[in-house]
Protein backbone atom coordinates (compact mmCIF):
# COMPACT_ATOMS: atom_id res chain seq x y z
CA UNK A 1 0.00 0.00 0.00
CA UNK A 2 1.32 3.60 -1.05
CA UNK A 3 0.41 6.33 1.25
CA UNK A 4 0.71 9.96 0.28
CA UNK A 5 2.97 12.03 3.09
CA UNK A 6 1.11 15.25 2.20
CA UNK A 7 -1.03 17.71 4.11
CA UNK A 8 -4.75 18.02 3.10
CA UNK A 9 -5.55 21.55 4.02
CA UNK A 10 -9.39 21.91 4.23
CA UNK A 11 -10.81 25.68 3.12
CA UNK A 12 -13.98 27.56 2.48
CA UNK A 13 -13.42 29.96 -0.33
CA UNK A 14 -16.61 31.32 -0.01
CA UNK A 15 -15.27 32.77 3.02
CA UNK A 16 -13.87 35.46 1.28
CA UNK A 17 -12.49 37.36 4.05
CA UNK A 18 -10.46 34.36 6.02
CA UNK A 19 -9.83 32.65 2.58
CA UNK A 20 -7.62 35.39 0.92
CA UNK A 21 -5.40 36.24 4.12
CA UNK A 22 -4.26 31.96 3.42
CA UNK A 23 -1.26 32.86 1.72
CA UNK A 24 0.20 34.81 4.53
CA UNK A 25 -0.86 32.18 7.26
CA UNK A 26 -0.93 29.13 5.50
CA UNK A 27 0.60 28.51 2.39
CA UNK A 28 4.04 30.26 2.35
CA UNK A 29 4.92 28.82 5.95
CA UNK A 30 4.18 25.44 4.35
CA UNK A 31 6.32 26.21 0.50
CA UNK A 32 9.33 27.58 3.58
CA UNK A 33 8.99 24.17 5.70
CA UNK A 34 9.25 22.51 2.68
CA UNK A 35 5.80 20.54 3.46
CA UNK A 36 3.84 18.83 -0.01
CA UNK A 37 0.52 20.51 0.50
CA UNK A 38 -2.71 20.30 -1.15
CA UNK A 39 -6.31 22.35 -0.67
CA UNK A 40 -9.79 20.73 -0.20
CA UNK A 41 -12.05 23.82 -0.74
CA UNK A 42 -15.30 22.99 0.78
CA UNK A 43 -17.33 24.70 -2.14
CA UNK A 44 -16.21 22.56 -4.56
CA UNK A 45 -19.26 19.49 -4.31
CA UNK A 46 -15.66 17.42 -4.29
CA UNK A 47 -15.84 14.26 -1.76
CA UNK A 48 -13.85 14.50 1.12
CA UNK A 49 -13.57 10.48 1.78
CA UNK A 50 -10.87 10.30 -1.21
CA UNK A 51 -7.87 11.95 0.09
CA UNK A 52 -8.37 11.65 3.99
CA UNK A 53 -6.86 8.61 4.27
CA UNK A 54 -3.77 9.20 2.17
CA UNK A 55 -2.46 12.06 3.59
CA UNK A 56 -0.08 12.22 6.56
CA UNK A 57 -2.26 15.18 8.24
CA UNK A 58 -5.57 16.83 7.60
CA UNK A 59 -5.09 21.00 8.70
CA UNK A 60 -8.38 22.95 9.42
CA UNK A 61 -6.06 26.01 7.74
CA UNK A 62 -8.60 29.09 7.41
CA UNK A 63 -10.92 30.20 10.46
CA UNK A 64 -14.35 29.49 10.41
CA UNK A 65 -14.17 26.51 8.22
CA UNK A 66 -15.36 24.18 11.27
CA UNK A 67 -18.40 25.38 10.40
CA UNK A 68 -19.02 23.90 6.56
CA UNK A 69 -17.96 20.73 7.76
CA UNK A 70 -21.02 18.28 7.81
CA UNK A 71 -21.24 15.41 10.51
CA UNK A 72 -20.33 13.11 7.57
CA UNK A 73 -17.31 15.07 7.08
CA UNK A 74 -16.85 14.76 11.04
CA UNK A 75 -17.48 10.76 10.86
CA UNK A 76 -15.02 10.47 8.08
CA UNK A 77 -12.02 13.07 9.63
CA UNK A 78 -12.71 10.63 12.64
CA UNK A 79 -12.40 7.32 11.51
CA UNK A 80 -8.79 8.63 9.59
CA UNK A 81 -7.72 10.12 12.85
CA UNK A 82 -7.91 6.41 14.36
CA UNK A 83 -6.47 5.16 11.24
CA UNK A 84 -2.99 6.98 11.94
CA UNK A 85 -3.82 10.61 9.78
CA UNK A 86 -3.01 13.58 11.74
CA UNK A 87 -5.04 16.57 11.92
CA UNK A 88 -4.47 20.14 13.34
CA UNK A 89 -6.73 22.74 13.44
CA UNK A 90 -6.25 26.07 13.24
CA UNK A 91 -9.44 27.40 13.52
CA UNK A 92 -10.36 29.06 16.82
CA UNK A 93 -13.98 28.54 16.44
CA UNK A 94 -13.77 25.04 18.48
CA UNK A 95 -17.20 25.02 19.39
CA UNK A 96 -18.42 23.93 15.81
CA UNK A 97 -15.48 20.85 16.32
CA UNK A 98 -17.82 18.35 14.71
CA UNK A 99 -19.29 16.51 17.60
CA UNK A 100 -17.85 13.07 16.56
CA UNK A 101 -13.91 14.79 17.28
CA UNK A 102 -15.07 16.31 20.48
CA UNK A 103 -16.41 12.95 21.52
CA UNK A 104 -12.95 11.06 20.26
CA UNK A 105 -11.00 13.47 22.15
CA UNK A 106 -13.27 14.21 24.83
CA UNK A 107 -13.48 18.05 24.85
CA UNK A 108 -16.50 20.08 25.95
CA UNK A 109 -16.52 23.35 24.73
CA UNK A 110 -19.08 26.62 24.99
CA UNK A 111 -19.55 29.64 23.39
CA UNK A 112 -20.64 31.91 26.48
CA UNK A 113 -17.85 33.79 28.26
CA UNK A 114 -16.26 32.03 31.17
CA UNK A 115 -14.58 33.43 34.41
CA UNK A 116 -14.63 37.24 34.01
CA UNK A 117 -17.16 39.42 32.42
CA UNK A 118 -16.68 40.67 28.91
CA UNK A 119 -14.83 44.18 29.11
CA UNK A 120 -13.66 43.87 32.41
CA UNK A 121 -10.20 45.64 32.28
CA UNK A 122 -11.30 46.69 28.66
CA UNK A 123 -9.75 42.99 27.50
CA UNK A 124 -13.18 40.81 26.20
CA UNK A 125 -13.10 37.23 26.83
CA UNK A 126 -13.50 36.09 22.96
CA UNK A 127 -10.50 37.83 22.17
CA UNK A 128 -6.48 37.24 23.59
CA UNK A 129 -3.64 39.18 23.30
CA UNK A 130 -1.41 37.34 24.95
CA UNK A 131 -0.87 33.84 25.42
CA UNK A 132 1.44 31.66 28.21
CA UNK A 133 3.74 28.56 27.23
CA UNK A 134 3.00 26.65 30.66
CA UNK A 135 4.30 23.45 29.14
CA UNK A 136 8.11 22.62 27.79
CA UNK A 137 8.70 19.09 28.18
CA UNK A 138 6.10 18.37 25.17
CA UNK A 139 8.31 18.32 21.60
CA UNK A 140 6.04 21.33 20.39
CA UNK A 141 7.57 23.42 23.00
CA UNK A 142 10.35 21.80 24.15
CA UNK A 143 12.83 24.60 23.53
CA UNK A 144 10.18 27.14 24.47
CA UNK A 145 10.62 29.11 27.88
CA UNK A 146 7.25 29.41 30.48
CA UNK A 147 6.78 32.26 29.56
CA UNK A 148 4.50 35.09 28.26
CA UNK A 149 4.13 35.89 24.28
CA UNK A 150 2.43 38.88 23.60
CA UNK A 151 0.15 39.92 20.20
CA UNK A 152 0.34 43.30 18.53
CA UNK A 153 -3.81 43.49 18.33
CA UNK A 154 -5.94 41.40 20.27
CA UNK A 155 -7.00 38.01 18.43
CA UNK A 156 -10.15 36.14 18.40
CA UNK A 157 -10.49 32.94 20.60
CA UNK A 158 -12.31 30.27 21.18
CA UNK A 159 -13.02 28.62 24.70
CA UNK A 160 -12.33 24.87 25.56
CA UNK A 161 -13.70 24.21 29.04
CA UNK A 162 -12.62 20.31 29.65
CA UNK A 163 -10.82 18.00 27.94
CA UNK A 164 -10.36 14.35 27.65
CA UNK A 165 -8.07 12.30 29.99
CA UNK A 166 -5.94 12.08 26.91
CA UNK A 167 -5.58 15.83 26.08
CA UNK A 168 -2.27 17.81 27.37
CA UNK A 169 -2.21 21.93 27.41
CA UNK A 170 0.25 23.41 26.38
CA UNK A 171 -0.24 26.83 25.99
CA UNK A 172 -3.63 28.81 28.13
CA UNK A 173 -5.14 32.29 26.35
CA UNK A 174 -3.45 35.40 29.40
CA UNK A 175 -7.30 36.76 29.14
CA UNK A 176 -7.68 35.94 32.67
CA UNK A 177 -9.90 32.92 31.48
CA UNK A 178 -6.93 30.36 31.15
CA UNK A 179 -8.92 28.60 29.07
CA UNK A 180 -6.54 26.51 26.63
CA UNK A 181 -4.82 28.08 23.67
CA UNK A 182 -2.79 24.74 22.14
CA UNK A 183 -3.93 21.40 22.98
CA UNK A 184 -2.33 17.99 22.04
CA UNK A 185 -4.50 14.93 22.21
CA UNK A 186 -4.62 11.66 20.15
CA UNK A 187 -7.30 9.58 19.24
CA UNK A 188 -6.49 5.89 18.74
CA UNK A 189 -3.72 5.65 15.83
CA UNK A 190 -3.72 9.46 15.47
CA UNK A 191 -2.76 12.29 16.97
CA UNK A 192 -4.24 16.17 17.21
CA UNK A 193 -3.39 19.64 17.87
CA UNK A 194 -5.98 22.17 18.51
CA UNK A 195 -5.05 26.15 18.31
CA UNK A 196 -7.94 27.96 20.04
CA UNK A 197 -6.84 31.59 18.78
CA UNK A 198 -7.43 33.19 15.48
CA UNK A 199 -5.46 32.44 12.49
CA UNK A 200 -5.16 36.27 12.01
CA UNK A 201 -2.50 36.00 14.43
CA UNK A 202 -0.10 35.00 11.78
CA UNK A 203 -0.87 38.23 9.92
CA UNK A 204 2.65 40.60 10.86
CA UNK A 205 0.28 43.44 11.94
CA UNK A 206 -1.26 41.49 14.41
CA UNK A 207 2.57 39.14 15.56
CA UNK A 208 3.07 36.97 12.22
CA UNK A 209 5.14 34.59 11.15
CA UNK A 210 9.12 34.93 11.76
CA UNK A 211 8.25 36.63 15.41
CA UNK A 212 8.58 33.91 17.64
CA UNK A 213 5.39 31.62 17.23
CA UNK A 214 6.36 30.04 14.26
CA UNK A 215 7.97 26.87 16.13
CA UNK A 216 5.04 25.36 17.73
CA UNK A 217 3.22 25.57 13.78
CA UNK A 218 5.55 23.77 12.50
CA UNK A 219 6.52 21.36 15.44
CA UNK A 220 2.58 20.53 15.52
CA UNK A 221 2.09 19.90 11.98
CA UNK A 222 5.63 17.45 12.71
CA UNK A 223 4.34 15.77 15.61
CA UNK A 224 0.45 15.15 15.01
CA UNK A 225 1.31 14.19 10.83
CA UNK A 226 1.91 10.14 10.46
CA UNK A 227 5.30 8.70 10.20
CA UNK A 228 7.85 8.60 8.61
CA UNK A 229 6.77 12.32 7.74
CA UNK A 230 9.27 14.28 5.49
CA UNK A 231 10.42 18.24 5.47
CA UNK A 232 12.48 20.05 3.18
CA UNK A 233 13.42 22.98 5.47
CA UNK A 234 16.31 24.58 6.21
CA UNK A 235 18.68 22.14 8.54
CA UNK A 236 19.82 23.87 12.09
CA UNK A 237 22.13 25.56 10.94
CA UNK A 238 23.81 28.65 12.61
CA UNK A 239 26.64 31.12 12.65
CA UNK A 240 27.66 34.20 14.34
CA UNK A 241 28.40 37.89 12.27
CA UNK A 242 30.94 40.24 13.87
CA UNK A 243 31.22 43.79 12.53
CA UNK A 244 34.04 46.70 12.82
CA UNK A 245 36.95 44.15 13.02
CA UNK A 246 40.56 45.56 13.36
CA UNK A 247 41.77 43.06 15.82
CA UNK A 248 43.17 45.78 17.81
CA UNK A 249 43.07 44.37 21.35
CA UNK A 250 44.08 41.13 21.15
CA UNK A 251 44.75 40.00 17.42
CA UNK A 252 41.55 37.68 17.09
CA UNK A 253 42.05 35.79 19.98
CA UNK A 254 38.48 36.06 20.61
CA UNK A 255 37.58 33.72 17.61
CA UNK A 256 39.76 31.12 19.35
CA UNK A 257 37.10 30.89 21.86
CA UNK A 258 34.20 30.84 19.82
CA UNK A 259 35.68 28.00 17.85
CA UNK A 260 36.02 25.97 20.99
CA UNK A 261 32.42 26.26 21.40
CA UNK A 262 31.82 25.29 17.62
CA UNK A 263 31.13 28.50 16.08
CA UNK A 264 32.60 29.62 12.79
CA UNK A 265 32.31 33.83 12.80
CA UNK A 266 31.98 35.98 9.98
CA UNK A 267 34.60 39.12 10.21
CA UNK A 268 33.90 42.14 8.55
CA UNK A 269 36.86 44.11 8.31
CA UNK A 270 38.11 47.35 8.35
CA UNK A 271 40.68 46.58 6.11
CA UNK A 272 43.02 49.67 6.74
CA UNK A 273 43.02 48.66 10.35
CA UNK A 274 44.53 45.14 10.22
CA UNK A 275 48.21 44.81 11.40
CA UNK A 276 50.99 42.23 10.03
CA UNK A 277 50.34 40.14 13.04
CA UNK A 278 46.54 40.66 12.85
CA UNK A 279 47.02 39.28 8.82
CA UNK A 280 48.73 36.43 10.34
CA UNK A 281 45.88 35.54 12.90
CA UNK A 282 43.60 35.29 9.98
CA UNK A 283 45.40 33.53 7.35
CA UNK A 284 45.51 31.39 9.74
CA UNK A 285 42.37 31.09 10.80
CA UNK A 286 41.01 31.02 7.28
CA UNK A 287 43.31 28.27 6.07
CA UNK A 288 42.13 26.22 8.78
CA UNK A 289 38.30 26.72 8.05
CA UNK A 290 37.61 28.52 11.31
CA UNK A 291 36.24 31.76 10.22
CA UNK A 292 35.33 33.94 6.91
CA UNK A 293 36.20 37.62 6.28
CA UNK A 294 34.55 40.22 4.13
CA UNK A 295 35.59 44.08 3.81
CA UNK A 296 33.42 46.06 5.66
CA UNK A 297 35.29 49.47 4.81
CA UNK A 298 38.97 51.11 4.93
CA UNK A 299 37.91 52.78 8.71
CA UNK A 300 35.20 53.52 10.72
CA UNK A 301 35.11 56.92 8.75
CA UNK A 302 35.83 55.80 5.64
CA UNK A 303 33.56 53.61 3.40
CA UNK A 304 34.05 52.34 -0.16
CA UNK A 305 30.31 51.27 -0.97
CA UNK A 306 28.76 54.32 -0.60
CA UNK A 307 29.20 58.41 -0.28
CA UNK A 308 27.70 59.90 2.96
CA UNK A 309 26.96 63.54 3.72
CA UNK A 310 29.68 63.06 6.20
CA UNK A 311 31.23 60.69 8.44
CA UNK A 312 28.93 61.71 11.06
CA UNK A 313 25.55 62.20 8.41
CA UNK A 314 23.83 58.72 7.67
CA UNK A 315 20.61 60.96 6.59
CA UNK A 316 21.85 61.61 2.99
CA UNK A 317 24.33 60.34 0.36
CA UNK A 318 24.87 59.30 -3.05
CA UNK A 319 27.13 56.68 -4.83
CA UNK A 320 30.49 56.93 -5.15
CA UNK A 321 32.22 57.89 -8.28
CA UNK A 322 32.96 55.57 -10.29
CA UNK A 323 36.44 55.76 -10.75
CA UNK A 324 36.36 56.06 -6.69
CA UNK A 325 35.06 52.73 -6.29
CA UNK A 326 37.22 51.30 -8.89
CA UNK A 327 40.00 52.51 -7.19
CA UNK A 328 38.62 51.01 -3.81
CA UNK A 329 38.00 47.35 -4.82
CA UNK A 330 41.62 47.79 -6.37
CA UNK A 331 43.02 48.30 -2.79
CA UNK A 332 40.68 45.59 -1.05
CA UNK A 333 41.28 42.78 -3.68
CA UNK A 334 45.25 43.76 -3.15
CA UNK A 335 44.83 43.75 0.79
CA UNK A 336 43.11 39.81 0.15
CA UNK A 337 45.96 38.63 -1.83
CA UNK A 338 48.71 40.11 0.25
CA UNK A 339 47.16 38.03 3.40
CA UNK A 340 46.48 34.90 1.17
CA UNK A 341 42.66 35.13 2.05
CA UNK A 342 39.41 34.98 -0.48
CA UNK A 343 36.69 37.11 0.97
CA UNK A 344 33.39 35.65 1.94
CA UNK A 345 30.57 36.03 -0.95
CA UNK A 346 28.48 37.36 1.62
CA UNK A 347 28.25 40.71 1.31
CA UNK A 348 27.74 43.11 4.70
CA UNK A 349 28.89 46.86 3.80
CA UNK A 350 29.69 49.49 7.00
CA UNK A 351 26.14 51.49 7.76
CA UNK A 352 24.35 48.72 5.34
CA UNK A 353 24.93 51.30 2.71
CA UNK A 354 25.29 50.71 -1.44
CA UNK A 355 25.45 52.20 -4.32
CA UNK A 356 23.57 51.11 -7.34
CA UNK A 357 27.22 50.88 -9.01
CA UNK A 358 28.91 48.15 -6.48
CA UNK A 359 26.72 45.84 -7.55
CA UNK A 360 28.81 44.94 -10.94
CA UNK A 361 31.64 44.84 -8.90
CA UNK A 362 30.22 42.38 -6.34
CA UNK A 363 29.16 39.94 -8.98
CA UNK A 364 32.83 40.01 -10.84
CA UNK A 365 33.91 38.98 -7.42
CA UNK A 366 31.42 36.51 -6.50
CA UNK A 367 29.82 38.23 -4.20
CA UNK A 368 26.26 37.47 -4.74
CA UNK A 369 24.77 37.37 -0.79
CA UNK A 370 23.83 40.11 0.93
CA UNK A 371 23.90 39.53 4.29
CA UNK A 372 21.20 42.31 5.10
CA UNK A 373 17.86 43.79 3.78
CA UNK A 374 19.18 46.66 2.43
CA UNK A 375 18.23 48.71 -0.02
CA UNK A 376 19.94 50.23 -2.87
CA UNK A 377 20.65 53.74 -3.41
CA UNK A 378 19.53 54.37 0.14
CA UNK A 379 21.62 56.00 2.89
CA UNK A 380 21.76 54.21 6.64
CA UNK A 381 18.89 56.40 8.10
CA UNK A 382 16.68 54.39 5.53
CA UNK A 383 18.22 51.32 5.68
CA UNK A 384 16.91 50.84 8.51
CA UNK A 385 13.99 50.28 11.02
CA UNK A 386 11.81 48.20 8.65
CA UNK A 387 11.29 45.08 6.69
CA UNK A 388 10.34 44.52 2.81
CA UNK A 389 6.58 42.76 2.63
CA UNK A 390 8.10 41.00 -0.85
CA UNK A 391 10.54 39.04 1.16
CA UNK A 392 10.45 35.70 2.17
CA UNK A 393 9.53 33.50 3.59
CA UNK A 394 8.01 35.62 6.32
CA UNK A 395 7.26 38.46 4.39
CA UNK A 396 10.59 40.72 5.66
CA UNK A 397 9.88 39.70 9.73
CA UNK A 398 12.17 37.31 11.32
CA UNK A 399 14.88 37.28 8.43
CA UNK A 400 14.89 36.66 4.78
CA UNK A 401 15.60 34.00 2.37
CA UNK A 402 15.05 35.33 -0.75
CA UNK A 403 16.46 36.84 -3.87
CA UNK A 404 16.93 40.59 -4.07
CA UNK A 405 13.96 42.53 -4.99
CA UNK A 406 16.17 45.02 -6.85
CA UNK A 407 18.19 42.94 -8.23
CA UNK A 408 17.63 39.15 -8.14
CA UNK A 409 21.50 38.18 -9.29
CA UNK A 410 21.46 38.93 -5.54
CA UNK A 411 20.39 36.20 -2.69
CA UNK A 412 19.61 37.76 0.84
CA UNK A 413 20.23 35.33 3.65
CA UNK A 414 19.55 37.00 6.73
CA UNK A 415 18.78 35.87 10.10
CA UNK A 416 16.65 39.20 11.88
CA UNK A 417 16.28 39.66 15.32
CA UNK A 418 15.35 43.13 15.17
CA UNK A 419 12.03 42.66 13.71
CA UNK A 420 10.16 41.34 16.50
CA UNK A 421 6.46 42.05 16.95
CA UNK A 422 6.30 45.73 18.31
CA UNK A 423 4.66 44.09 21.31
CA UNK A 424 7.44 41.83 22.00
CA UNK A 425 9.96 44.67 21.64
CA UNK A 426 8.37 46.97 23.57
CA UNK A 427 8.01 44.27 26.34
CA UNK A 428 11.79 44.00 25.79
CA UNK A 429 12.20 47.73 26.67
CA UNK A 430 9.56 47.82 29.88
CA UNK A 431 11.27 44.96 31.32
CA UNK A 432 14.95 46.33 30.39
CA UNK A 433 16.26 43.52 28.61
CA UNK A 434 16.98 46.17 25.77
CA UNK A 435 18.11 49.58 25.88
CA UNK A 436 18.00 50.91 22.16
CA UNK A 437 15.63 48.54 20.21
CA UNK A 438 17.17 49.70 16.57
CA UNK A 439 20.77 48.09 18.10
CA UNK A 440 18.63 45.01 19.21
CA UNK A 441 20.65 42.96 16.65
CA UNK A 442 23.77 43.29 18.95
CA UNK A 443 23.96 41.26 22.11
CA UNK A 444 26.57 43.13 23.36
CA UNK A 445 25.26 46.68 22.79
CA UNK A 446 23.10 47.02 25.98
CA UNK A 447 25.29 45.03 28.37
CA UNK A 448 29.31 45.12 26.96
CA UNK A 449 29.74 49.03 26.63
CA UNK A 450 29.06 50.70 29.10
CA UNK A 451 26.95 48.53 31.75
CA UNK A 452 28.71 44.29 31.82
CA UNK A 453 26.02 41.88 32.12
CA UNK A 454 27.43 38.14 30.96
CA UNK A 455 23.79 36.56 31.98
CA UNK A 456 21.39 39.65 30.53
CA UNK A 457 24.41 39.59 27.33
CA UNK A 458 23.96 35.49 26.94
CA UNK A 459 20.12 35.97 26.98
CA UNK A 460 20.02 38.14 24.37
CA UNK A 461 22.03 36.39 22.20
CA UNK A 462 20.41 32.78 22.54
CA UNK A 463 17.09 34.67 22.11
CA UNK A 464 18.68 35.19 18.72
CA UNK A 465 19.68 31.94 17.66
CA UNK A 466 16.39 30.35 18.93
CA UNK A 467 14.66 32.83 17.03
CA UNK A 468 16.60 31.91 13.62
CA UNK A 469 16.53 28.13 14.25
CA UNK A 470 12.52 28.51 15.40
CA UNK A 471 11.58 29.61 12.19
CA UNK A 472 13.54 27.21 10.44
CA UNK A 473 15.78 30.16 8.38
CA UNK A 474 19.18 29.69 10.32
CA UNK A 475 20.61 30.98 13.61
CA UNK A 476 23.04 33.70 14.26
CA UNK A 477 23.97 35.91 17.12
CA UNK A 478 25.70 39.62 16.23
CA UNK A 479 27.58 41.52 17.69
CA UNK A 480 30.78 44.84 16.72
CA UNK A 481 34.29 43.94 17.77
CA UNK A 482 34.69 46.63 19.76
CA UNK A 483 31.92 45.83 22.28
CA UNK A 484 33.57 41.81 22.19
CA UNK A 485 36.76 44.41 23.81
CA UNK A 486 35.35 45.78 26.70
CA UNK A 487 35.35 42.06 28.05
CA UNK A 488 38.45 40.44 29.17
CA UNK A 489 38.79 36.85 27.74
CA UNK A 490 37.58 35.18 30.85
CA UNK A 491 34.59 37.07 30.80
CA UNK A 492 34.06 35.99 27.46
CA UNK A 493 34.24 32.53 27.42
CA UNK A 494 31.88 32.66 30.44
CA UNK A 495 29.92 34.10 27.82
CA UNK A 496 30.30 31.97 25.36
CA UNK A 497 29.34 28.71 27.79
CA UNK A 498 26.34 30.54 28.72
CA UNK A 499 25.03 30.85 25.30
CA UNK A 500 25.57 27.28 25.17
CA UNK A 501 23.56 26.50 28.00
CA UNK A 502 21.21 28.17 26.96
CA UNK A 503 20.36 26.58 23.76
CA UNK A 504 21.11 23.06 24.95
CA UNK A 505 17.76 22.00 23.88
CA UNK A 506 18.71 22.93 20.43
CA UNK A 507 20.57 20.53 17.82
CA UNK A 508 22.93 23.24 16.33
CA UNK A 509 24.89 23.04 13.33
CA UNK A 510 27.32 25.60 12.92
CA UNK A 511 28.87 26.75 10.15
CA UNK A 512 29.85 29.91 8.04
CA UNK A 513 27.69 32.53 6.51
CA UNK A 514 29.01 32.02 3.38
CA UNK A 515 27.85 27.82 3.44
CA UNK A 516 24.62 28.86 4.89
CA UNK A 517 23.92 31.76 2.01
CA UNK A 518 24.55 29.37 -0.65
CA UNK A 519 22.83 26.33 0.48
CA UNK A 520 19.79 28.64 1.33
CA UNK A 521 20.05 29.71 -2.87
CA UNK A 522 20.21 26.48 -4.03
CA UNK A 523 17.50 25.21 -2.21
CA UNK A 524 15.44 28.34 -3.01
CA UNK A 525 15.49 27.02 -6.57
CA UNK A 526 14.12 23.86 -5.75
CA UNK A 527 10.88 22.62 -4.46
CA UNK A 528 9.25 19.15 -3.25
CA UNK A 529 6.62 18.00 -5.66
CA UNK A 530 5.44 15.02 -3.56
CA UNK A 531 6.41 12.26 -0.54
CA UNK A 532 5.02 8.79 -1.23
CA UNK A 533 5.50 6.13 1.36
CA UNK A 534 5.53 1.93 0.44
CA UNK A 535 4.19 0.64 3.81
CA UNK A 536 5.35 -2.89 2.21
CA UNK A 537 9.24 -1.98 1.44
CA UNK A 538 8.87 1.42 4.36
CA UNK A 539 10.44 2.94 1.23
CA UNK A 540 9.94 7.26 1.00
CA UNK A 541 9.95 8.50 -2.67
CA UNK A 542 10.77 12.24 -2.52
CA UNK A 543 10.41 13.97 -6.09
CA UNK A 544 12.31 17.50 -6.45
CA UNK A 545 12.14 20.57 -9.20
CA UNK A 546 14.51 22.47 -10.03
CA UNK A 547 18.16 22.81 -9.46
CA UNK A 548 20.71 22.42 -6.93
CA UNK A 549 24.66 22.78 -7.16
CA UNK A 550 25.10 21.27 -3.83
CA UNK A 551 24.03 18.24 -1.68
CA UNK A 552 20.76 19.06 0.28
CA UNK A 553 19.00 17.41 3.01
CA UNK A 554 15.24 16.76 3.92
CA UNK A 555 14.46 15.55 7.16
CA UNK A 556 12.50 12.88 7.85
CA UNK A 557 10.56 12.71 11.60
CA UNK A 558 9.29 9.18 13.41
CA UNK A 559 7.59 8.82 16.20
CA UNK A 560 9.62 7.86 19.42
CA UNK A 561 6.89 7.13 22.03
CA UNK A 562 4.60 10.78 22.88
CA UNK A 563 8.28 12.14 20.98
CA UNK A 564 8.99 12.30 17.88
CA UNK A 565 13.35 12.30 16.41
CA UNK A 566 14.36 13.55 13.16
CA UNK A 567 17.53 12.27 10.74
CA UNK A 568 18.38 14.33 7.97
CA UNK A 569 19.05 12.45 4.26
CA UNK A 570 20.85 13.92 1.60
CA UNK A 571 19.33 14.71 -1.58
CA UNK A 572 22.35 14.71 -4.02
CA UNK A 573 22.68 18.16 -6.54
CA UNK A 574 20.76 17.66 -9.65
CA UNK A 575 19.25 19.51 -12.67
CA UNK A 576 15.69 19.93 -13.69
CA UNK A 577 14.21 17.05 -11.39
CA UNK A 578 14.88 13.85 -8.84
CA UNK A 579 13.43 10.96 -7.18
CA UNK A 580 15.27 10.41 -4.26
CA UNK A 581 14.61 6.66 -2.47
CA UNK A 582 15.51 6.72 1.47
CA UNK A 583 15.42 3.22 2.59
CA UNK A 584 14.52 2.87 6.71
Known amino acids: MGLNLSALCIVDSNKKEQYEILQE ?234 NRHGIIPHCSLFMENISRTGSLALKRKYDEGLAEFSAHAFTWNRVFYWKPESPEDHTRGEPLPDHELRDAFQKIDAKFSEW ?42 YVVGGTNRELMPYFGQGGTLDKHPEDPDFFVAESDYTTLPKAEIDLKVAKDEIKEPYQMYDFLWDWGRVEVDIEAAARHASNQLKLGLDNLIFGQINTHEQNI ?65 QTLYIYVFRDKGECIEYSLHPVPDFEDSISLVIRE
Not at 117 to 146: C, K, L, W
Not at 170 to 194: D, I, Y
Request: some cysteine.
Open 25 to 258: TIWAPLAHFGIPHTAFDMTSGNDLNDPLLSCAVIIFAQENVLSSLSPENGMSITKAIAAGTGLISFDPDIHHLPESLKYAFGLRTTEEQTHMHVGFFDMPESTTQAVRTIDNEHYITYTREIEFTHFNKPVRVGNIVEIGTDARVLMVHANSSGCPALVVTSFEKGRAVLFTFSTTVWLKEYFGHGGGLTDVFWKSIAWAARKPFTMFAMPPFATMRVDDCSGTNDRFRWIDTV
Open 340 to 381: GIKPSRVFLPHFGEVGQNVLPFLKERGIIFFGLQMRINVPFN
Open 485 to 549: YVLSLAEWENLMTRIEEMTERYKIMWKNWEYIASYAADRHETRIISVEYDTATRDITCNFQGRSK
